[in-house]
C-alpha cells in the first residue's frame, strides 16, 4: 500500500510565525503536491514537485514556499502565517504524470 | 468556466437506489481520468480510474465519453457507507503534471 504521511494532523499557529508542514512518501514516487482546501472552493494546488530539487508554482503559490532535497520528503513553509492560510493542507504524491495521486491524512491548519 | 465541472449536490438518495454522476471537462489536452471519494474531514482518495471502454466496479461503474468530453458514475444498490464527495479528476498531457480536481459532488443516502 502507498503511505503518504504528514507531520501533524492539527497545528495551531498564531500570525507571523514560520510554520513548517512536513511530507513523507514511502513508494518512490517522482511527483509530490501541496494542496489547501477550504469549504467551497475546492482543492487548489499550491506548488508541486516533479522531481528532487525542482518544483514548480501551482495556483495560488503566494505567501508559501517548498523544499524538497529527498525524493521522499517534500516541505511546505508558511514564511509569515496569516489568518487566511487557515485551512486544510494536503500533500500528495504520484509515481508519474498520467497515473493517480495519493493522498496524505491532511493538516488542519488554524492561525491566530 | 471551470476546466473540470460537475453538479455539486447535494444528491439525497434512500440506501439501495441507483444515482449516477456526471462530470465534463473542457481541456481537449486530457489524458487520464479518474474518480476519487472523500469522506467528511478526510483526505480524497481513490475510487477507480476510467477508461474509454467503460469500466466496473462492483456497485461502481464509470464511462467516458472523449467525444463529448464528458465522465459518468453509476452507484448501484446504493449503501448508507457511499455517503461521501464525489470528485471528478483529470491529468492533463500539457508537459505531464497537471492535474484538474473538480469541486465534487455531494450524496447523502439515507436509511
Known amino acids: 500500500d502507498v503511505k503518504v504521511t504528514q507531520s501533524s494532523r492539527y497545528l495551531v499557529k498564531r500570525t507571523g510565525e514560520k510554520v513548517f508542514l512536513e511530507c513523507v512518501q514511502d513508494?518512490?514516487?517522482?511527483?509530490m503536491f501541496w494542496y489547501r482546501q477550504d469549504p467551497g472552493l475546492g482543492l487548489r494546488l499550491i506548488y508541486f514537485s516533479y522531481d528532487v530539487k525542482m518544483k514548480e508554482k501551482g495556483d495560488i503559490p503566494e505567501g508559501y514556499s517548498v523544499s524538497r532535497e529527498k525524493k521522499e520528503r517534500f516541505s511546505l513553509i508558511l514564511e509569515s502565517a496569516s489568518t487566511n492560510q487557515t485551512s486544510m493542507y494536503l500533500c500528495?504524491?504520484?509515481?508519474?504524470?498520467?497515473?493517480?495521486?495519493?493522498f496524505g491524512p491532511g493538516t488542519r491548519l488554524l492561525v491566530l | 468556466r471551470k476546466e473540470v465541472e460537475q453538479d455539486p449536490g447535494p444528491f439525497n438518495v434512500p440506501e439501495g437506489a441507483t444515482v449516477a454522476f456526471n462530470c465534463t471537462y473542457s481541456?481537449?489536452?486530457?489524458?487520464?481520468f479518474f474518480w476519487y471519494r472523500q469522506d467528511c474531514r478526510k483526505e480524497p482518495k481513490l475510487l477507480m480510474s476510467?477508461?474509454?471502454s467503460g469500466n466496473e466496479d462492483g456497485r461502481f461503474t464509470a464511462q467516458l465519453n472523449r467525444a463529448s468530453q464528458y465522465i459518468s458514475l453509476l452507484i448501484r444498490d446504493s449503501k448508507l457507507s457511499d455517503s461521501a464527495t464525489y470528485l471528478c479528476v483529470v491529468n492533463l498531457n500539457t508537459g505531464g503534471f497537471k492535474t484538474i480536481f473538480g469541486a465534487g459532488t455531494r450524496l447523502f443516502v439515507k436509511a
Open positions: 500528495a504524491s504520484r509515481p508519474g504524470p498520467q497515473e493517480t495521486q495519493y
Open positions: 513508494m518512490d514516487h517522482e511527483n
Open positions: 476510467v477508461y474509454s
Open positions: 481541456n481537449s489536452a486530457s489524458q487520464s
